[in-house]
């Protein structure tokens, strides 16, 4: 696995405070994409992930 700390700091969504999100499907949507950069199949590029937005 690469470097966590480099690949968090890339991150985008870590900009925002998911706390303070008004919709809770924005928060967990945000969670998800998280978890699929992290976890994810390399494979597929850093948000291989489906969603109907």
């Given at each position: ?31 998800r ?21």
């Open positions: 696995m690469e470097n966590l700390t480099d690949s968090l700091a890339t991150w985008p969504a870590l900009a925002c405070d998911l706390r303070k999100t008004i919709d809770q499907r924005v928060r967990d949507h945000e969670i994409l998280l978890l699929s950069y992290i976890l994810g199949d390399q494979g597929k590029g850093p948000l291989g992930v489906d969603c109907s937005a």
